[in-house]
Nanobody, 119 residues
Framework: QVQLVESGGGSVRPGGSLRLSCTASGYTSGIYFMGWFRQAPEKEREFVASIMWNSGSTFYADSLRGRFTISRHSIGSTMYLEMDNLKAEDTAVYYC????????????WGQGTQVTVSS
């Protein structure tokens, strides 16, 4: 089991920046991938970015590449999402997720943190 806690959400004006954090606890030695997903009101949850825990290799949704940056601090089991030049359409609940080596998909999820971009 891996427990995930997100922080860093809030309200920002268009063009602003926010940094989200996700701290993992529990079976952190088994982390294979961690990622960010988001869900806007009345929309499906969508992939934002992910990071391979050991190598640090990163993957992004094509539409967000260049504005969002995922990173991790492996010793502290913390993952970050730096979001720049935010737009109104980035408004969503952002979820942290974890895939361990013995699972075929993201199995563990955080509670979510709200990001609101509005003037």
């Amino acid at each position: 089991q891996v427990q995930l806690v997100e922080s860093g959400g809030g309200s920002v004006r268009p063009g602003g920046s926010l940094r989200l954090s996700c701290t993992a606890s529990g079976y952190t030695s088994g982390i294979y991938f961690m990622g960010w997903f988001r869900q806007a009101p009345e929309k499906e949850r969508e992939f934002v970015a992910s990071i391979m825990w050991n190598s640090g290799s990163t993957f992004y949704a094509d539409s967000l590449r260049g504005r969002f940056t995922i990173s991790r601090h492996s010793i502290g089991s913390t993952m970050y999402l730096e979001m720049d030049n935010l737009k109104a359409e980035d408004t969503a609940v952002y979820y942290c997720a974890c895939q361990t080596r013995d699972e075929p998909e993201f199995r563990f999820w955080g509670q979510g943190t709200q990001v609101t971009v509005s003037s």
